[in-house]
């Protein structure tokens, strides 16, 4: 489950490959579903296991153990944008933990952060336009050494030479934790 940034949505991921959406209504302060896939969906075809939503709350990401990544409109979107935005990622691993960094990066792109079943994390970048773009991994010396479970951006992040610095903390099944540091 993932608040969104300005704290109107909360975001529910689930085991039987379905997503929902609850939006804060401010006369009662409760939270209502509006919007969501159901079980029987054509993209995950596996549990999802992760989601977490963009700096400006206009898109989330699900990652799920059928190798898949979607990026979906987030705040705003009516009930017919139920669907993914633009073309999905399909890996060759099941991916058990996504983050968005915290801001775009200079080159006007999302950063989205993805732990994988090995141990492995990776970086993509993604735009509406280009969809996702390969940009870098963790060596594997650094990599833990079982599935990761989480993955979260500081919510600071620093401008150096002409990039943004970016600081990512994970967590292992191997009861390990990692910071990166990474310019983007």
């Not at 792109?109 to 990776?122: C, T, V």
């Not at 990599?143 to 990761?148: I, L, Q």
Request: charged share 30%; proline share 1%; with cysteine.
């Amino acid at each position: 489950m993932k608040f969104s940034n300005s704290g109107r949505y909360l975001l529910s991921v689930s085991r039987d490959r379905s997503w929902k959406l609850f939006e804060r209504k401010t006369e009662n302060n409760r939270f209502e579903l509006c919007r969501g896939i159901s079980s029987k969906n054509a993209y995950h075809t596996r549990i999802i296991w992760s989601c977490d939503w963009s700096d400006d709350d206009k898109y989330f990401v699900t990652a799920s153990r059928d190798k898949r990544v979607f990026v979906w409109y987030g705040e705003n979107a009516s009930v017919d944008q139920c669907k993914p935005v633009g073309n999905n990622l399909d890996l060759t691993e099941s991916i058990t933990a996504c983050a968005f960094a915290p801001s775009k990066c200079t080159d006007d792109n999302y950063l989205i952060a993805l732990g994988f079943e090995s141990g492995r994390i990776e970086f993509y970048k993604w735009s509406f336009e280009l969809g996702f773009i390969q940009f870098c991994a963790v060596e594997d010396r650094f990599s833990h050494h079982s599935t990761v479970k989480r993955l979260s951006f500081r919510k600071k992040f620093f401008t150096k030479d002409k990039f943004k610095e970016f600081h990512l903390a994970s967590c292992s099944e191997d009861a390990s934790a990692r910071l990166f540091s990474l310019k983007a």
